[in-house]
């Protein structure tokens, strides 16, 4: 089983809806939560981290539900410009090191 | 604007070639990383270092090796190169302390033939 799961998608979304998708993680003993995105050909960059309380930035909200071990990303009024691979990222509680989710594809359409 | 500059974008290496991969960044961070991404398999982790000279095995060690003997430089070195080594390579760096906001470099499409 993978450390970090995520449905690889394509999501299509058409333009102005609303899309949310979840990644599951096997550490319970996880500590820290990221969403990265990463356009084509382009690295990866941070996003929003995740806290437990749920976080909002602007049309991007993040949960984290230590209980079941998944994290979710909601995307309100879709742009085109979202279009991207949204990764999951998470962090062990020893050290700096992160791991990848495998990502998710989201495609907004006209 | 603070940078992780990676050497090369596009490197075509034959079979058997010893291959260096150069990344450097300018912000005085601790943390180095080396990842691979493949289609299918997402990035994976081949080595770190958190300090000069100091190296840890990731998840997928095998056929590569580094070396920092600058804090603001970590090379990886594939010493003989295979066709499954064909891949995305992206460096990246992070501060002590720092829980998120890994900067990574723009990457390394090498192609091994």
């Known amino acids: 089983r993978k450390e970090v799961e995520q449905d690889p998608g394509p999501f299509n979304v058409p333009e102005g809806a609303t899309v949310a998708f979840n990644c599951t993680y096997s550490?319970?003993?996880?500590?820290?939560f990221f969403w990265y995105r990463q356009d084509c050909r382009k690295e990866p960059k941070l996003l929003m981290s995740?806290?437990?309380s749920g976080n909002e930035d602007g049309r991007f909200t993040a949960q984290l539900n230590r209980a079941s071990q998944y994290i979710s990303l909601l995307i309100r009024d879709s742009k085109l410009s979202d279009s991207a691979t949204y990764l999951c990222?998470?962090?062990?509680?020893?050290?700096?090191?992160?791991?990848f989710g495998g990502g998710t594809r989201v495609l907004v359409k006209p | 604007d603070v940078k992780v500059t990676q050497s090369s974008r596009y490197l075509v290496k034959r079979t058997g070639e010893k291959v260096f991969l150069e990344c450097v960044q300018d912000?005085?961070?601790?943390?180095m990383f080396w990842y691979r991404q493949d289609p299918g398999l997402g990035l994976r982790l081949i080595y770190f270092?958190?300090?000069?000279?100091?190296?840890e095995k990731g998840d997928i060690p095998e056929g590569y090796s580094v070396s920092r003997e600058k804090k603001e430089r970590f090379s990886l070195i594939l010493e003989s190169a295979s066709t499954n080594q064909t891949s995305m390579y992206l460096c990246?760096?992070?501060?002590?302390?720092?829980?998120?906001?890994?900067?990574f470099g723009s990457g390394t499409r090498l192609t091994v033939v």
């Open positions: 990246a760096s992070s501060s002590v302390g720092q829980v998120y906001g890994y900067t």
């Open positions: 550490n319970s003993a996880s500590q820290s």
């Open positions: 995740v806290y437990s």
């Open positions: 990222v998470v962090m062990e509680a020893a050290g700096n090191k992160l791991t």
């Open positions: 912000m005085d961070h601790e943390n």
């Open positions: 270092s958190y300090d000069v000279k100091m190296k």
